[in-house]
């Protein structure tokens, strides 16, 4: 047999592992000391009520022969479809029923997508970017061209019309950095790769947490996106189901390369490789979309964004840069005195017993930040924002 070697040019293990096991191994050595999180992007709230509702009715469904659902379509139910499309709707984008098809996240789908595209497309990706989009590329042996997102562009870097790419990722509210772009910068994006005959890979999985009408929730709120971008959404951080596991991704039938069409292509992919996602799971996830289930998941967003207003206050309080937090749960912040960004997550472990993501896990421009998340509990944050400030007033 011969077996892949592009997985020789990745890392050894995946950014959050490390952590873990950096984690894991100063806590067998300190089993006295109490560590706080905020590091990985996992939500602590539980399951709204309404979705807990509508799983426990699909559970008893599931335990009548008149209702009993067996095999579903591996792209997605219809009642969940229907409500996503209104969802779209209601911000002024116009879907086909045909266009979403419900997966079992965002992450999946942005690395299975790549089966769409042949090896020979050169990708586009921002740094510092979410390590997915780069390692999936890299497994398959594709050209990977970096832009810059700095300090000075604001973490959103915009299009070089004399640079070819074929793929191009693009995630806004932005991971690691909170930065989001705004309709007019991504109408931008939207005439590079129609121009150039390329497509965007628009992550949205923290649209939910915008709140400035100038930024977009949804490529496809710019005029053109259609025939240039496929979306992927979660609703892991919008609903807590990161343990549920459910997203969906939108690939419209404007999308078209000569005679091929990637939706057709999707569905033909996914009905392949894809058992889909558990009837139960998608009951929940429609409940997402009805009114009490919205109330009720915009007070967990609100919860979580108080969180992010309780770090940013005590990073200026410090004098610390940061950025991110408004419109996004992550905040984005200078390593202080001049540390690299590992060095301050082993300064931070070993002295406050606080735990963040170094920024040079997301690439060279990461180099020298760090970020936090606004994903723990109320109590958590702020027992770990008092162990900074005591530990970097110093």
Known sequence: MKLNE????????????????????????????????????????PLAPAVISAMHAAVEEMAHKQTFRGYGPEQGYAFLKD???????????????????ISDGAKSD???????????NIVLVPDPVYPVYVDTNVMAGRKIIYMNATAENGFLPMPDFSVDADIIYLCSPNNPTGAA????QLEKWVEYANKKGAVILYDAAYECFI????????????????????????????????????????????????????????????????NGVPYIVQRGAAAVFTEEGRA?????????MNNA???????????????????????????????????????LLENAQVVGTPGAGFGVNGE??????????????????ERIKTLLSK
């Open 110 to 120: 942005l690395g299975n997508i790549l089966d769409l595209f042949s090896e020979d």
């Open 296 to 304: 009720q998941i915009r007070e967990s967003i609100n919860y979580y």
């Open 6 to 45: 592009n997985y020789l040019n990745i890392n050894d293990s995946y950014l959050f592992s490390t952590i873990a096991k950096k984690v894991a191994a100063y806590q067998k050595a300190n089993p006295d000391k109490k560590v706080l999180r905020l590091g990985i992007g996992d939500v602590t709230l």
């Open 211 to 274: 709140t400035d009408e100038k930024l977009a929730k949804s490529i496809y709120q710019v005029e053109g996106a259609k025939t240039c971008a496929i979306e992927f959404c979660s609703f892991s951080k919008m609903a807590g189901f990161t343990g549920t596991r459910c997203g969906y991704t939108v690939v419209p039938e404007a999308l078209k390369s000569g005679k091929l069409s990637p939706n057709k292509m999707w569905l033909r992919r996914q009905t392949t490789k894809f």
């Open 368 to 385: 020298g930040y760090f970020r936090l998340t606004a994903f723990g509990s109320e109590e958590v944050t702020r027992e770990a924002v």
């Open 309 to 347: 207003k309780i770090i940013a206050e005590g990073l200026r309080s410090l004098g610390i840069w940061f950025t991110g937090g408004e419109n996004s749960p992550y905040i984005w912040l200078k390593c202080p005195d001049g540390m690299t960004s590992w060095e301050f997550f082993d300064y």
């Open 181 to 184: 772009y705004t309709k007019a």
């Open 83 to 101: 409500a996503v499309k209104d969802y779209y709707k209601e911000r002024g984008v116009e879907l086909e029923q045909d266009e979403i098809f």
